[in-house]
């Protein structure tokens, strides 16, 4: 999570967020890892460590999405040197389980995840660990699992955020996933129904016309449909630390 203090100072030279987040709807990685290494690079000296490694696991992320993983790796290597605490730890670890994950190293992740998780850091942390383990479980079969941390991470992130916030909503939307996976479809319903009253998700809309399908509700899944635009394709469920920051994680397609 970029903390209060740092998306404060960082929202004082330009927009910084609002300009990031724009670029990254578009798809434009580059153009985004810009901006964010250009705010690395200009923190002043006296930034704390947690807020210098949070925007290094930031500028990782950011890398992965636009297919430099060793671009992605030299920044968690820097990230390294910002770690001093069990949370920090826990930070880096889901970062680096992150990374291991979109290259498909799922083995990998799932040990990162979970070595996170013991460490037993903050709320916010700890229910991206977990949304990302459920990523890893649910893409090698073990789908009671998937959803069992689904839950677990919606419930951190609520304790922690409030009902209204974008990763509540994201979570929601992965939890959908792992409930439709498990052929509960009036559950992902109701999951997806929450994240909408949460924000407007695209992803959510989409999900949702999906799941209506399935439950024979092919007019309200037509409009739906024509809300948001047959091309929205949501991404694999994971959770990085822009997510805490102003977004929501990166919603759980439902296939």
């Not at 649910?138 to 991470?153: C, D, F, I």
Request: no cysteine; glycine share 8%.
């Amino acid at each position: 999570m970029l903390t209060m203090a740092l998306v404060a100072m960082l929202a004082g030279s330009g927009d910084f967020l609002s300009r990031a987040k724009t670029l990254e709807a578009a798809g434009q990685w580059e153009a985004a890892h810009e901006i964010y290494r250009h705010a690395f690079d200009t923190l002043p000296a006296e930034t704390p460590h947690e807020d210098r490694l949070r925007l290094l696991t930031v500028l990782a992320d950011v890398s992965v999405r636009s297919g430099d993983f060793r671009r992605a790796l030299t920044w968690i290597g820097k990230a390294d040197a910002d770690v001093r605490t069990d949370a920090d730890r826990a930070v880096l670890l889901n970062a680096r389980g992150n990374i291991a994950l979109r290259q498909g190293r799922l083995g990998v992740a799932e040990n990162e995840f979970r070595a996170a998780l013991e460490l037993r850091p903050p709320a916010d942390t700890g229910a991206a660990a977990l949304i990302n383990l459920a990523s890893v479980e649910s893409q090698t079969g073990r789908v009671p699992q998937a959803r069992v941390h689904a839950q677990e991470a919606l419930q951190l992130w609520r304790r922690e955020l409030g009902d209204r916030h974008p990763s509540v909503a994201g979570a929601w939307i992965t939890l959908s996933t792992m409930e439709a996976l498990s052929g509960d479809w009036r559950a992902a319903e109701r999951s997806l129904r929450a994240a909408l009253d949460v924000e407007q998700s695209p992803d959510a809309m989409w999900n949702l016309a999906v799941v209506l399908e399935r439950l024979g509700k092919g007019g309200e899944a037509a409009r739906w449909r024509k809300q948001v635009g047959e091309q929205v394709r949501p991404a694999a469920p994971t959770a990085d630390w822009r997510s805490l920051g102003h977004a929501g994680p990166d919603r759980a397609g439902i296939r």
